[in-house]
């Protein structure tokens, strides 16, 4: 599996840290100091599926194909305006393309298995070329009266193109049963038969995940490069999901590689998911900063608890 294109969208209003200390109990030294964030992009009268959309476009003509050449599209979302059809559907029919769809939920390390489904779609023979689509905005299932959450998020879509043949990506991927940790609730509706539930905001255990986050991520990477029989120092770049910038230095720290190793863009997007990784990949991209013939090695963590770490040969 080879990536072959990538895109990224973001909306156009930048939210400071300065800008919620006007309606919250919180300062920039507060935030910048706990996670790294000095502001995000939030959506407004923006639609998603137009982000994703614009995204994916951008992925396509770097890779060179229109959309009837696409075989199929994941897209990786965890809240959007649609509980049916899915998004992906609505992002076919916005660049064009006549392939099937399907989304996926796996929280923040949803890019990562949407690439692993991908390269197995690809070794099958059943496709030549894949879309994948990251899309998210949890802007709009946190309390924004909630500082310990409401700061951390940011909105935005991502995109790769993701073609047959190169050199076989390598996956581990991993799940350990625990909502309690972090959630929200959808509304029951007004079925007659079924007791009547609002929804609820975002709930997160900060301690817990930043437990989760540093332990998985350090021992999946570590894992992923012994099975492929790999040095740590041997990855060219290290693609954490951007969650929070202490939790990126702790694993860089346990693993006892250097900063330039570990790039970041989390203090101007936020959290944004399971867009975060695709977001920082582009960016790297399309800055001219990945070498061809390089190993990327990327990890994701996020509610389930669902964990994911990729390796794979950069060959754009």
């Not at 992009?41 to 951008?58: G, N, P, S, V």
């Not at 951007?242 to 863009?265: C, D, G």
Request: charged share 20%.
């Amino acid at each position: 599996m080879k990536i072959i294109g990538t895109g990224s969208a973001a909306p156009e209003l930048r939210i400071t840290n300065d800008d919620l200390s006007a309606f919250l109990d919180t300062s920039d030294e507060w935030i910048r100091t706990r996670t790294g964030i000095a502001e995000r992009r939030i959506l407004t009268d923006e639609a998603l599926e137009d982000l994703a959309a614009e995204a994916a476009e951008k992925a396509l003509e770097q890779a060179g194909l229109g959309a009837g050449q696409v075989d199929y599209i994941f897209c990786s979302n965890v809240i959007n305006p649609y509980l049916t059809p899915a998004l992906s559907c609505v992002i076919q029919g916005k660049i064009g393309a006549a392939c099937p769809c399907i989304d996926l939920n796996g929280a923040c390390a949803g890019f990562l298995y949407a690439l692993e489904m991908a390269e197995a779609y690809l070794k099958s023979g059943k496709c030549q070329n894949i879309l994948i689509v990251a899309a998210e905005c949890p802007s709009r299932m946190v309390d924004w009266t909630d500082r310990a959450t409401c700061v951390l998020f940011g909105d935005g879509a991502a995109a790769a193109v993701v073609s047959a043949g190169g050199e076989d990506a390598s996956f581990l991927m991993h799940t350990s049963c625990d909502a309690s940790v972090l959630h929200a609730y959808h509304a029951s509706g007004n079925c007659p038969y079924t007791p009547q539930t609002a929804s609820s905001p975002l709930f997160m255990n900060g301690q817990e995940v930043y437990k989760f986050a540093v332990s998985r991520s350090t021992e999946d990477l570590r894992t992923l490069c012994a099975d492929r029989g790999m040095e740590l120092s041997q990855v060219g770049h290290f693609l954490l999901h951007q969650a929070n910038l202490r939790i990126l230095e702790a694993v860089r720290t346990r693993l006892k590689q250097p900063k330039e190793k570990f790039p970041h863009n989390v203090e101007l997007h936020g959290n944004t998911s399971s867009a975060g990784i695709a977001i920082l990949l582009d960016e790297l991209n399309r800055g001219g900063a990945l070498q061809k013939g390089e190993y990327l090695a990327m990890s994701a963590f996020g509610a389930g608890l669902t964990s994911g770490a990729c390796i794979l040969k950069w060959e754009l």
